[in-house]
């Protein structure tokens, strides 16, 4: 005997009301539970496209294989109550695809420390969206992390090149393109997740040979770039970064992102300046 209609209907709408409550629900409880965030300190970016680096504004790479890695510095940095000081961590991504990221972290750090730093990257990564965290799941890079025994991070009397060294994974090695005083000769507007400026710098060495790629790597002499850095939630959720209009970006900078930039040079954030941490 088959279901009278009424019945069938208040089933339809129970169900209606519980997709309804998980599309507002699993939203809500995650803006709901992201605590203030902050980050500073240094990273540098080195990949196998020419310099300047056409990814940073909105323009297709110069290699087809966009291959990037990425050292990270936090000075002093937290997550909520947790403290993010003196992290260090290494990712190598999919630049052109956005398909996968191979995070590397130090073995030492905390497992709730290794979580919180998770934590800023996918919010970083949310769109300002209220509905995006049901999508996030399905739309993001396939994420990947290693713990390796150490991250060694070398830099040199003067500030200028700094050296990151995963024992029989990867090896980077740049140095700021600075004038006569040791400052960037030019700080340009550029699509990153941790800052709205960049410098260039040399890429001495840009060698992987990691497990996690089907090929070892070896883009030494390509692109380079560093930033020191000083980024929060705030700055996110007011939308105040050049990267979160990356995909609106049609090989120009949009309207929103030119009003930022005048900004930046209105408040004379893009004078050369002393380069540290």
Known sequence: MGLARPAIARMLGAFAALVLAVAIGVPLAYWHRVPPWSLAGFSMTLCPCASPCPCRSGR??????????TFVHVVRGHYGSVSLDGLKFVDVA????GAWIIVYGEAGTPDEVQAAMVAVAENMLMPRI???PLLARWLGPRVTVRRVERIEYKVSENRLRR???IPGILELDA?????AEGRPRELVPALDMLANKIAYADNLAYRYTGPDLPRPLDYSGRQANMKTF????????QERMLVQEARAMRGA??????AIITAM???????PRSFGE
Request: net charge neutral; charged share 40%.
């Open 60 to 69: 297709r790479p110069t290699h087809p294989d966009c291959e990037a890695a």
């Open 94 to 97: 999919d630049m052109q695809r």
């Open 130 to 132: 209220f509905f995006a």
């Open 163 to 165: 050296r990151v060294s």
């Open 175 to 179: 140095r700021l393109r600075a004038d």
């Open 230 to 237: 000083h980024v929060a939630k705030e700055d996110y959720d």
């Open 253 to 258: 900078w949009t309207p929103r992102q030119r």
């Open 265 to 271: 040079r209105e408040a004379g954030e893009l004078l």
